[in-house]
């Protein structure tokens, strides 16, 4: 069965970097996206941007453009979220996410991984 | 940016009945929007896609329609644990894909 496995929770420091990372299993990695989702404590979700595993092209909400760089590794079908600059208002949980066939730009986000919290407080 | 307006934001419901969720979009998603299921500490879960494909593994009780810009999710006779916050959500026009702001649902 496909499966998102996330890393373990962070804390950070204002002005600090955090990097995220989704195993996958259970597909081929290089056929879907992988979307990262953030939500912030008690609030909504809110799209980051997408990693097309195969060409490693991406694509990010205008809000995180120049903070946020999406990679992957094929070697391993582990994608990677890394969010610099990092402010209070960064606490969230992050997702990654999985399901859109990246042959027909399909944006489908059927799977999920379980979650990263992050901390930023000084 | 497409914006996605759930209503109500609260429904308090008791077991047995129905429940019917609605998603307005600010312009035409088509038939692109999706919902999803989100318990207390848990990933979101899809249970409806392209408007009302359910998901693997989800249950009849829960069906989708509409198309355009007003979509609403039904479930037909609640369980205690339907209890969550369900989320729509539109793939037809991005960057960004965009969220509604959720509607809890409370089983009585």
């Known amino acids: 069965q496909v499966q998102l496995v996330q890393s373990g929770a962070e804390v950070k420091k204002p002005g600090a970097s955090v990097k995220v990372s989704c195993k996958t299993s259970g597909y081929t990695f290089t056929n879907d996206y992988i979307h990262w989702v953030r939500q912030a404590p008690g609030q909504g979700l809110e799209w980051m941007g997408w990693i097309n595993p195969n060409s490693g092209g991406t694509n990010y909400a205008q809000k995180f453009q120049g903070r946020v760089t999406l990679t992957r590794d094929t070697s391993i079908s582990t994608a990677s979220m890394e969010l610099s600059s990092l402010r209070s208002d960064d606490t969230a949980v992050y997702f990654c996410?999985?399901?859109?066939?990246?042959?027909?730009?399909?944006?489908?986000?059927?799977?999920w991984g379980q979650g990263t919290l992050v901390t930023v407080s000084s | 940016e497409i914006v996605l307006t759930q209503s109500p934001a609260t429904l308090s419901l008791s077991p047995g009945e129905r429940a019917t969720l609605s998603c307005r979009a600010s312009?035409?998603?088509?038939?692109?929007l999706a919902w999803y299921q989100q318990k207390p500490g848990q990933a979101p879960r899809l249970l409806i896609y392209d408007a009302s494909n359910r998901a693997t593994g989800i249950p009849a009780r829960f069906s989708g329609s509409g198309s355009g810009t007003d979509f609403t999710l039904t479930i037909s006779s609640l369980e205690p644990e339907d209890s969550a916050v369900y989320y729509c959500q539109q793939r037809y026009k991005w960057p960004p894909i965009t969220f509604g702001q959720g509607t809890r649902l409370e089983i009585k």
């Open positions: 996410a999985s399901g859109g066939n990246t042959l027909s730009h399909d944006m489908r986000l059927d799977y």
């Open positions: 312009q035409t998603v088509d038939i692109y």
